[in-house]
């Protein structure tokens, strides 16, 4: 992460060799509740039931969220000083 830090030529480069990518798909690979098409399909069905309650089915370990505050932090970066990457 302090390879993006502040550093649009550190951006350009990991999103060139598919930084952008790779880090969507880890999101997506061990988190699928973020990226399930019927969690909000059924949002959309019933406006009174909230993301919360689908996204929510379990507890997500310290672990797990320590890593998806990392990727999370690494795409902000990532696209912060870069409008390509945006």
Do not use: W, Y
């Amino acid at each position: 992460m302090n390879l993006t830090n502040d550093n649009p030529i550190g951006c350009q480069l990991i999103a060139a060799h598919g930084g952008l990518e790779a880090m969507s798909m880890l999101i997506a690979g061990h988190f699928p509740s973020f990226s399930s098409p019927s969690s909000f399909a059924q949002i959309k069905e019933n406006p009174l039931t909230t993301e919360k309650d689908h996204l929510c089915d379990r507890h997500l370990t310290d672990h797990e969220l320590d890593f998806l505050v990392a990727i999370l932090g690494l795409l902000v970066n990532l696209v912060e000083k870069d409008g390509c990457n945006r």
